[in-house]
């Protein structure tokens, strides 16, 4: 099971059900794991089943189903790598009260909101940004960004215009205007990626970033299973987690960085 920060640790399926499958990783019971991850070939399947210790931990979502990035973040949290815990997001809107200066996260949304990037210089610690269904001015976003999801953008975005960034974490979803997509596999910094229903796009465009050796973690939806399967085989990522937890995982891999010179 990969942890996102290149490393992995073992698991093995203890029981198999319709479409989920029950781990026994690092002296936890994982239980209703969705099976996406082996059936996508993001986890190896190990040849053998044992039984889980009886002293394990056990978790399982109310609804029985633990999807993949999620049993990885309890594994990950288990072992000291990341926070299970997803820190909060402040919200911008009408009814929303001003973030204070010092916020590092911050969301802007709702339909007819429009937003110039430069306005956020207010904030100097911020990095984790959200805008979802919003106009944007200018593509000016705050150059100590780390994390940025665009999620249904109603203005062109080019990401040749933001790829000075330097951005550990990117998602972008339902971007019907999204141009430059090519300046992605040679983003240095990006370790992960989120591209959902992005379905104008097409394989030769993103096969590219199966051979990107930075990211970590990906996640990439063009739209039709065979495409998707076709850009699978050919790489190795993780599922991505929920681009807020990157801070951790950045901080991790910064100190493995240092130690390595």
Avoid at 252 to 259: E, G, V, Y
Wanted: glycine content about 6%; proline content about 7%; some cysteine.
């Amino acid at each position: 099971m990969p942890l996102g920060d290149g490393s992995s640790v073992p698991a093995t399926i203890a029981a198999c059900a319709h479409h989920t499958v029950t781990l026994a990783v690092c002296g936890l019971e994982l239980a209703g794991v969705s099976d996406r991850a082996l059936v996508l070939h993001r986890w190896k399947r190990r040849a053998n089943a044992l039984a889980p210790a009886d002293d394990a931990l056990r978790y399982a979502r109310h609804n029985g189903w633990i999807g993949p990035a999620h049993a990885e973040r309890i594994v990950a949290t288990h072992l000291g790598i990341a926070n299970l815990e997803l820190p909060p997001l402040y919200v911008r809107g009408v009814r929303a009260a001003q973030p204070p200066p010092d916020a590092r996260r911050l969301r802007v949304a709702g339909r007819g909101v429009t937003l110039d990037p430069r306005e956020l210089s207010r904030y100097p610690r911020l990095e984790v940004l959200e805008c979802a269904d919003i106009t944007l001015r200018s593509l000016d976003f705050p150059p100590a960004l780390r994390a940025l999801r665009l999620a249904r953008i109603a203005t062109p975005v080019d990401l040749r215009e933001i790829a000075r960034l330097p951005l550990r974490a990117l998602a972008l979803e339902e971007m019907r205007e999204l141009r430059g997509v090519g300046v992605l596999a040679g983003w240095e910094s990006l370790e992960q990626l989120e591209m959902l229903g992005c379905w104008q796009l097409t394989l030769d465009e993103v096969m590219p970033l199966a051979e990107t050796r930075n990211l970590l973690r990906a996640e990439i939806d063009i739209g039709g299973r065979r495409k998707n399967a076709e850009l699978y085989k050919r790489a190795n990522w993780a599922y991505p987690w929920p681009f807020e937890c990157l801070e951790l995982l950045s901080a991790r891999r910064d100190a493995q960085l240092a130690r390595n010179g």
